[in-house]
């Protein structure tokens, strides 16, 4: 039982046929008959060589200076434009997003140093607790030694 061709697979093939037809010098005949294998094998070869120059560009020093001065390029224009935009805003008496930080990070700050005040309060509520306990303690007890005292007399 044989598998039905791939449309895609035989899309390439075709693809690669004529490929090989059209890069055959003038006057010589493209292999009648070329198998997929032999399609196979000359795009493997086709696609290594080709990964072999794009790795070598990538790796220039032209390229890589170029891709250094195209991101250099871009963080400038990016520095400019938020400049412009944060003396938009400012020209127009709207928050800026530094604005914004800042309020934010001072109400954390206050955030902080409520939450540690309340614990501070919380641990003094619980020592006069404490001591009101024992004291409450203390008097219970007296009292206590006192009525044994009144009912032994």
């Known amino acids: 039982m044989s598998a039905a061709p791939d449309p895609m697979s035989d899309m390439f093939t075709k693809f690669w046929s004529d490929f090989m037809s059209r890069m055959a010098p003038p006057g010589m ?13 000359m795009q493997r ?14 790796r220039s020093p032209q390229f890589l200076e170029a891709l250094k001065q195209t991101m250099d390029n871009a963080m400038a224009f990016r520095r400019q434009l938020d ?6 805003l400012k020209s127009a008496q709207m ?13 954390h700050g206050m ?24 004291g409450a303690a203390k008097a219970a007890g007296r009292g206590r030694v006192a009525a044994r005292k009144a009912a032994g007399r």
């Open 29 to 41: 005949a493209p292999p009648a008959g070329m198998s997929q294998d032999g399609t196979k094998q």
């Open 45 to 58: 070869i086709f696609f290594d060589a080709l990964a072999k120059y794009a790795d070598d560009f990538m």
């Open 83 to 88: 400049g412009f935009l944060t003396t938009m």
């Open 95 to 107: 928050p800026t997003q530094s604005d914004t930080a800042y309020i934010t990070e001072m109400l």
């Open 111 to 134: 955030e902080r140093r409520l939450s540690a005040r309340i614990d501070e309060v919380a641990a003094r509520l619980d020592a006069v607790e404490k001591d009101q306990a024992r």
